[in-house]
């Protein structure tokens, strides 16, 4: 069964930094062959994209509310994706999600339907 777990969230004041984690595990297949996104949800919004990257890490993708700011990478050989956010923002609050799309080497999915599975979330909060 796949399972995504994120960490790395917390309370931190406005110009911070935090590192996000999803670990990945309970597939068969190369962890490179999956594409990795990071959406966030911020109360009473919907989740929205924040940033993909490919399964071969070749391709990555931001939205403009992050970009700059952000900066995903994995280590396919732990299974990981990181997110590096600095600069953070009041705005930036929300609970930050993994999600994943396996047989996606190149490309970088923007979508909340192009994904598969998804982890249970991990709470970002930006004081200001």
């Known amino acids: 069964q796949v399972q995504l777990v994120e960490s790395g969230g917390g309370l931190v004041q406005t110009g911070g930094s935090l590192r996000l984690s999803c670990v990945a595990s309970?597939?068969?297949?190369?962890?490179?062959?999956?594409?990795m996104g990071w959406f966030r949800q911020a109360p009473g919004k919907e989740r929205v994209f924040v940033v993909g990257?490919?399964?071969?890490?070749?391709?990555?993708y931001y939205a403009d509310s992050v970009k700059g700011r952000c900066t995903i990478s994995r280590d396919n050989a732990k299974n990981t994706v990181y997110l590096q956010m600095n600069s953070l923002k009041p705005e930036d609050t929300a609970v930050y999600y993994c999600?994943?799309?396996?047989?996606?080497?190149?490309?970088?999915?923007?979508?909340?339907?192009?994904?598969?599975?998804w982890g249970q979330g991990t709470q970002v909060t930006v004081s200001s």
């Open positions: 999600a994943d799309k396996p047989k996606t080497w190149i490309s970088v999915i923007k979508t909340k339907d192009g994904y598969d599975y």
């Open positions: 309970g597939r068969t297949f190369s962890f490179s062959s999956v594409a």
């Open positions: 990257i490919s399964g071969s890490g070749g391709s990555t």
